[in-house]
């Protein structure tokens, strides 16, 4: 966990959200865990995607957290 926000901020990237605690209203399910990450461009995010750093910690993601990775433009 704790070598995650290196391999985001490698790309140019940081949290706007980073919650796994209790959550105070939804509209569906969340799920246990929320994390936004705005990267400048989603070529940038692809970038860590492919990274070697991020698949480092990829097995780790994959066996702690459910959910999609999703890479999406953002709002201007």
Same mark, same amino acid.
């Given at each position: 966990?704790?070598?995650?926000?290196?391999?985001?901020?490698?790309?140019?990237?940081?949290?706007?959200?980073?919650?796994?605690?209790?959550?105070?209203?939804?509209?569906?399910?969340?799920?246990?865990?929320?994390?936004? #990450?705005?990267?400048?461009?989603?070529?940038?995010?692809?970038?860590?995607?492919?990274?070697?750093?991020?698949?480092? #910690?990829?097995?780790?993601?994959?066996?702690?957290?459910?959910?999609?990775?999703? #890479?999406?433009?953002?709002?201007?």
């Amino acid at each position: 966990m704790a070598a995650v926000p290196e391999t985001i901020a490698e790309h140019g990237g940081r949290f706007l959200v980073r919650h796994m605690g209790e959550k105070f209203y939804t509209e569906g399910d969340p799920g246990p865990v929320s994390v936004v #990450i705005e990267f400048t461009d989603a070529a940038a995010a692809m970038d860590w995607k492919s990274a070697d750093s991020y698949k480092a #910690i990829l097995p780790m993601r994959l066996d702690n957290f459910e959910g999609p990775l999703v #890479i999406c433009d953002g709002v201007e």
